[in-house]
C-alpha cells in the first residue's frame, strides 16, 4: 500500500487507498477513499469496474450512516456503470444500492436493487462480487425476518467465497447463517471425511497449486475444481487455502 500511495499516480493511488479501506473499519475505509472523491474525474481512476474505488465508498458511507453523500457518489458509479454497459459495475451498484435503500428504510425497492444486482451477476460471472451480493441480500432479508430466504442467500454466498479463500467475507457469512439460526449442520473434520475427488483437490491446493494448476493436474474445468474445494471448506469449517494446508499437516 505505501509503495503504490508513493508512486505518486493516480491510479496506484487509487489501488492504495482501496487496498487500505479492504482492512480497516467503515470509518477507516471512509477517510482512506475520500480524497479520491474529492479529486474529481481523472482517468483510469473512474472507469467503473476496474479500481472499484466508488462501490467500497458508498459500502462504507452506508455503514457509517453519511446516506446523503453516499446517494452523490453511487449516482456517479451508476451513471458511469450504465454508460460502459460492464456487468461487474452493474453488480456492484445495484449492491450499493440496495444497502443504500436498505438503511433509509425503503425495503422494496433495496430487494428490487439486490435482485437486479444478481441478475447482472450471471452475466459478470465473477464469483466474488456475486457472493458480497448474495451475503449483503441475505443480511438485508435476515433483519426483516425472513430467515428462510435470508438463508438460502447466506448458503449461495458461502459456497462462492469458501473456495475463493475470502475469509473474512466467510466468516461474516457464517455469523449471519448463525442469526438466521441456518448455522452449517457439517461439523468440523478431519481429510479422511471427504470424498476421494475432494481429497484429491485439497491435497494438490494444500500443496501451494492453483486452482487452474489442481484443473491441469486432474485434468478437471477450473469449475468443478472450485465446486470440490467449496465442500472440502465447509466440511473442514476453514476459510482460506492457509488453513486448509495446516489441516493436512496436522
Known amino acids: 500500500v505505501r509503495w503504490a500511495a508513493a508512486l505518486g499516480d493516480p491510479s496506484n493511488a487509487a489501488y492504495a487507498a ?17 480524497p479520491l472523491h474529492r479529486t474529481g474525474h481523472r482517468d483510469g481512476v473512474d472507469e467503473p469496474g476496474l479500481v472499484g474505488w466508488r462501490e467500497a465508498y458508498v459500502e462504507a458511507l452506508v455503514r457509517t450512516r453519511e446516506l446523503e453523500t453516499a446517494g452523490v457518489v453511487l449516482a456517479d458509479l451508476e451513471r458511469l456503470a450504465e454508460a460502459r454497459d460492464r456487468a461487474s459495475a452493474l453488480v456492484a451498484a445495484g449492491r450499493a444500492r440496495g444497502m443504500l435503500m436498505a438503511e433509509m428504510g425503503r425495503r422494496v425497492e433495496a430487494e428490487a436493487a439486490f435482485e437486479g444486482a ?13 457472493a458480497l451480493t448474495h451475503l449483503e441480500f441475505g443480511a438485508f432479508l435476515r433483519r426483516g ?20 479463500g475470502a475469509a473474512p467475507a466467510l466468516a461474516r457469512c457464517r455469523r449471519e447463517l448463525a442469526a438466521c439460526g441456518a448455522a452449517d449442520q457439517v461439523r468440523p473434520a478431519g481429510p479422511r471425511a ?31 475444481v472450485e465446486y470440490h474445494l467449496g465442500h472440502v471448506f465447509v466440511k473442514l469449517d476453514i476459510g482460506s487455502r492457509a488453513q486448509l494446508a495446516r489441516r493436512f499437516r496436522e
Open 118 to 130: 444478481l441478475i447482472q451477476a450471471k452475466r459478470a460471472a465473477q464469483p466474488y462480487e456475486t
Open 145 to 164: 425476518a425472513a430467515r428462510r430466504q435470508a438463508a438460502s442467500h447466506l448458503r449461495a454466498a458461502r459456497d462462492l467465497l469458501a473456495p475463493l
Open 194 to 224: 471427504l470424498t476421494p475427488q475432494e481429497h484429491a483437490v485439497a491435497r494438490l491446493v494444500a500443496a501451494g497449486l492453483t486452482n487452474r494448476q489442481v484443473a491441469r493436474e486432474l485434468v478437471l474445468s477450473v469449475k468443478t
Open 18 to 34: 482501496v487496498a487500505r479501506a479492504s482492512v480497516t473499519d467503515a470509518a477507516g475505509a471512509v477517510r482512506a477513499l475520500a
